[in-house]
């Protein structure tokens, strides 16, 4: 189909059948570049509009004449599910390097896909991308752009259009045009920099999407000097100055969450590496793992209030960073795909990100930022959410990895019987339960450490020869390597746990851990922070009780089927008007409950749309919270666990360690 007077001057006629032409041919039956072909493409993104939320980029690429297909990027890695952000794109225009402008199609069902008829005579085309920021879906967050008057960051995916081949394929050498007094940091290596504009070293496709970019007025760059280590960059951005304030003590941590990540995780997977830190409150909350850098962006107040800091920040950090091993550099193979339109298979997300997550429970303690206690408060809090989600009884946790693409954000209306993205939480209980599994086997001899640092190890023969380093992974190597360390039923035990439904949420082995769960009248201190600051401040978490949560406004959420609440006819939408016969308040509905001992029942009056009604809540048994109490009858296991591996010095000596752990390895039962 060449179609040469259609670009400039072609009539209505030849135009309408180009389109029809163009609209309807198979991407399959066009013409594309060899799939080993390098394409180089030039391109130079327009900061300067950001503070206002737009960005330009202008590319330039070679072409041949005739049908070339130019692709949007849908599944951007680290989201695990397309990221739809093609509905922010506003401008796409292509021309010859004459300026003669060059018609496109859209494909009508790969909607990310573009044909393009190169007129004869044409070997170069430029085109331009306009892009909206700072307007993500549920899950774009992490892969989007942002601008704010003082600061922005920005994701390369959202300006890309790439022509058919692998992306790891493109070879792209990007220029950074950044608005006045503004500063930038990245895994990006700058060769130049000239006034506003950054010319950047060339990289391939993959790469330069796997590097995102933070800049901003106020940005400030440290280095983190870990020994016999590759170098470490932390730069943190705000939108003010004072924001920005990094005390050694927390310095000092920081680089031990480097060091005691990477001996948990054997050695680097990297050359280099940048934490990309936004604290801000005018930027929506996210993070997102690189393979040599790292998006957090968290609470303005991030630095400067410890309270703040320990809510999330000490979280986030350590999750993000422990990706470069667990995600990035070890991949599960299904989600290795050639370019950023093929779709990923993530049912084993409960390693990418429940082995993360167990690592972002114990990193930071080993690195000093949080206690054993407060890991216990939080911890609690995570199993009375998991205890109660009964979506398991139909819904086996690798289904909610499977599902990953839509089960992101939505309503949490009835959340506890469809269940959510519990690969993070579950996913990292049961490498909990793992873990103390080889070390009650093992007197103490033997840990997932050892499964970790053998499995995150380099291996330098499986790397891809282009694009980042990553190495693919299956369930039975994930199998074959735990019987490495101690031989048992892995698989066996990793199927009952991720594919099969289950009744209960699997925490007998906290027995064996050294713990056990018990209710108590009065709220965790973390629990009573998060009901402060988490969502809407003031709500009131009454799962464990009378089985719902209930905002300060009376709105009941979180209802627990089966409990109290939902047996007497409370969901999720009901408005709680009046607690025994007085206006709801907090407090009011704290007393009922506490006060259900003796009365035996609370009555509330509900509003549900124009409708009113009362409903007798029959429950007797007071307040009750969940927490972990140590039983000293085993070993405490989860101490063990926090050490710090690098605290060579406090490591108690081979006899203290059999004291503590009992003389006697336990031989798990087969789950
Ligand atoms: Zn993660």
Same mark, same amino acid.
């Given at each position: 189909?060449?179609l040469?007077?259609?670009?400039?001057?072609?009539s209505?006629?030849?135009?309408?059948?180009?389109?029809?032409a163009?609209?309807?041919?198979?991407?399959?039956?066009?013409?594309?570049?060899?799939?080993?072909?390098?394409?180089?493409m030039?391109?130079?993104?327009?900061?300067?509009?950001?503070?206002?939320?737009?960005i330009?980029?202008?590319?330039?690429?070679d072409?041949?004449?005739?049908?070339?297909?130019?692709r949007?990027?849908e599944?951007v890695?680290?989201?695990?599910?397309?990221?739809?952000?093609?509905?922010n794109?506003?401008?796409?225009?292509?021309?010859?390097?004459?300026?003669?402008?060059?018609?496109?199609?859209?494909?009508?069902?790969?909607?990310?896909?573009f044909?393009?008829?190169?007129?004869?005579?044409?070997? @170069?085309?430029?085109?331009?991308?306009?892009?909206?920021?700072?307007?993500?879906?549920?899950?774009? @967050?992490?892969?989007?752009?942002?601008?704010?008057?003082?600061?922005?960051?920005?994701?390369?995916?959202c300006i890309?259009?790439?022509p058919?081949? &692998?992306?790891?394929?493109v070879d792209?050498?990007?220029?950074?045009?950044?608005?006045?007094?503004?500063?930038?940091a990245?895994?990006?290596?700058?060769a130049k920099?000239?006034?506003?504009?950054?010319d950047y070293?060339?990289?391939?496709?993959d790469t330069?999407?796997?590097?995102?970019?933070?800049?901003g007025?106020?940005?400030?760059?440290?280095?983190?000097?870990?020994e016999?280590? &590759?170098?470490?960059?932390?730069?943190?951005?705000?939108?003010?100055?004072t924001?920005?304030?990094?005390d050694d003590d927390?310095?000092?941590k920081?680089?031990?969450?480097?060091?005691?990540?990477?001996?948990?995780l054997?050695?680097?997977?990297?050359?280099s590496?940048?934490?990309?830190?936004?604290?801000?409150?005018?930027?929506?909350?996210t993070?997102?793992e690189?393979?040599?850098?790292?998006?957090?962006v968290?609470?303005?107040?991030?630095?400067?209030?410890?309270?703040? @800091?320990?809510?999330?920040f000490?979280?986030?950090?350590?999750?993000?960073?422990?990706?470069?091993?667990?995600?990035k550099?070890?991949?599960?193979?299904g989600?290795?795909?050639?370019?950023?339109?093929?779709?990923?298979q993530?049912e084993?997300?409960?390693?990418?990100?429940?082995?993360t997550q167990?690592?972002s429970w114990?990193?930071?303690?080993?690195?000093g930022?949080q206690?054993?206690e407060?890991?216990l408060?939080l911890?609690?809090?995570?199993?009375?959410?998991?205890?109660?989600?009964?979506g398991?009884h139909?819904?086996?946790l690798?289904?909610?990895?499977a599902?990953?693409?839509?089960?992101?954000g939505?309503s949490r209306?009835?959340?506890?019987?469809?269940r959510?993205?519990?690969?993070y939480?579950?996913?990292?209980?049961?490498?909990?339960?793992?873990?103390v599994i080889?070390?009650s086997?093992?007197?103490?001899?033997k840990?997932?450490t050892?499964?970790?640092?053998?499995?995150?190890?380099?291996?330098k023969?499986?790397?891809?020869?282009?694009?980042? @380093?990553?190495?693919?992974?299956?369930?039975?190597?994930?199998?074959?390597?735990?019987?490495?360390?101690?031989?048992?039923?892995?698989?066996?035990?990793?199927?009952?746990?991720?594919?099969?439904?289950?009744?209960?949420?699997?925490?007998?082995?906290?027995t064996?851990?050294?713990?056990?769960?018990?209710?108590?009248?009065? &709220?965790?201190e973390?629990l009573k922070?998060?009901e402060?600051?988490?969502?809407?401040?003031?709500?009131v978490d009454?799962a464990?009780?009378?089985?719902?949560?209930?905002?300060?406004?009376?709105?009941?959420?979180g209802v627990?089927p089966?409990?109290?609440?939902?047996r007497?006819?409370l969901?999720?939408?009901?408005k709680?008007l009046?607690?025994?016969?007085?206006k709801?308040?907090?407090?009011?509905?704290?007393?009922?409950?506490?006060?259900?001992?003796l009365k035996?029942s609370?009555?509330l009056?509900?509003q549900?749309?124009e409708?009113?009604?009362?409903?007798e809540?029959?429950?007797?048994d007071?307040?009750?919270?969940?927490?972990?109490?140590?039983?000293?009858t085993?070993?405490?296991w989860i101490?063990?666990?926090?050490? &710090?591996?690098?605290d060579?010095?406090?490591?108690?000596?081979k006899?203290e360690?059999?004291?503590?752990?009992g003389?006697e390895?336990?031989?798990?039962?087969s789950?």
């Amino acid at each position: 189909m060449l179609l040469n007077s259609f670009c400039r001057h072609g009539s209505l006629l030849i135009l309408a059948l180009t389109l029809t032409a163009l609209l309807f041919t198979p991407l399959q039956a066009q013409e594309q570049p060899a799939q080993d072909t390098v394409v180089p493409m030039t391109l130079v993104l327009d900061a300067t509009d950001l503070p206002r939320q737009l960005i330009v980029a202008r590319w330039e690429m070679d072409v041949t004449p005739g049908n070339l297909v130019l692709r949007y990027p849908e599944w951007v890695q680290g989201t695990h599910a397309p990221t739809r952000q093609m509905q922010n794109v506003a401008g796409f225009e292509i021309s010859d390097m004459k300026g003669n402008h060059i018609y496109w199609v859209r494909h009508t069902i790969d909607r990310q896909y573009f044909n393009i008829d190169v007129p004869e005579g044409v070997d @170069r085309i430029q085109f331009t991308v306009r892009y909206i920021t700072s307007q993500p879906n549920v899950n774009s @967050r992490g892969v989007d752009c942002f601008g704010t008057p003082n600061l922005g960051i920005i994701n390369w995916n959202c300006i890309v259009l790439y022509p058919a081949v &692998p992306s790891a394929n493109v070879d792209v050498t990007a220029s950074l045009i950044l608005p006045d007094h503004w500063k930038q940091a990245s895994a990006m290596r700058v060769a130049k920099q000239d006034g506003n504009r950054i010319d950047y070293e060339k990289v391939d496709l993959d790469t330069l999407v796997d590097r995102p970019v933070i800049l901003g007025e106020h940005l400030k760059s440290v280095d983190l000097k870990v020994e016999d280590a &590759p170098p470490h960059r932390l730069h943190l951005l705000s939108d003010i100055e004072t924001s920005l304030r990094l005390d050694d003590d927390l310095k000092e941590k920081l680089v031990k969450v480097v060091t005691e990540t990477a001996d948990y995780l054997g050695g680097y997977p990297y050359d280099s590496y940048d934490f990309l830190v936004v604290v801000s409150d005018n930027t929506p909350r996210t993070g997102l793992e690189h393979t040599d850098s790292s998006l957090s962006v968290t609470q303005e107040k991030s630095l400067v209030d410890e309270k703040v @800091r320990k809510r999330d920040f000490d979280y986030l950090i350590p999750h993000e960073f422990a990706h470069a091993w667990c995600g990035k550099y070890r991949r599960p193979a299904g989600m290795i795909v050639p370019d950023m339109n093929t779709p990923m298979q993530t049912e084993l997300l409960w390693v990418y990100e429940g082995l993360t997550q167990f690592l972002s429970w114990t990193i930071p303690i080993r690195a000093g930022l949080q206690t054993q206690e407060e890991f216990l408060e939080l911890f609690a809090f995570t199993i009375e959410r998991l205890r109660n989600q009964q979506g398991r009884h139909w819904r086996p946790l690798e289904d909610t990895a499977a599902a990953s693409s839509f089960l992101r954000g939505g309503s949490r209306h009835w959340g506890y019987l469809r269940r959510n993205q519990d690969y993070y939480q579950e996913g990292a209980l049961m490498w909990l339960e793992a873990d103390v599994i080889i070390r009650s086997a093992t007197m103490g001899q033997k840990s997932l450490t050892d499964f970790t640092r053998s499995f995150f190890a380099r291996r330098k023969d499986e790397e891809p020869a282009r694009g980042p @380093r990553v190495v693919g992974f299956n369930f039975d190597q994930i199998v074959d390597e735990l019987n490495g360390v101690y031989e048992w039923d892995w698989a066996d035990f990793l199927i009952t746990r991720t594919r099969e439904a289950q009744s209960h949420l699997p925490v007998e082995f906290l027995t064996k851990a050294g713990y056990k769960l018990v209710f108590s009248p009065k &709220p965790t201190e973390f629990l009573k922070d998060i009901e402060r600051t988490w969502g809407r401040p003031g709500w009131v978490d009454l799962a464990d009780s009378i089985g719902f949560s209930v905002n300060d406004d009376g709105d009941v959420f979180g209802v627990v089927p089966g409990r109290p609440g939902e047996r007497s006819g409370l969901y999720d939408r009901s408005k709680i008007l009046a607690v025994n016969g007085r206006k709801f308040s907090r407090n009011r509905i704290l007393d009922a409950v506490e006060q259900s001992v003796l009365k035996h029942s609370i009555e509330l009056l509900v509003q549900e749309g124009e409708l009113f009604r009362n409903l007798e809540i029959k429950y007797s048994d007071g307040l009750r919270y969940l927490r972990l109490e140590r039983d000293e009858t085993h070993p405490d296991w989860i101490a063990q666990l926090m050490k &710090p591996l690098g605290d060579k010095d406090k490591k108690p000596s081979k006899s203290e360690e059999d004291k503590e752990a009992g003389k006697e390895g336990e031989k798990p039962e087969s789950k």
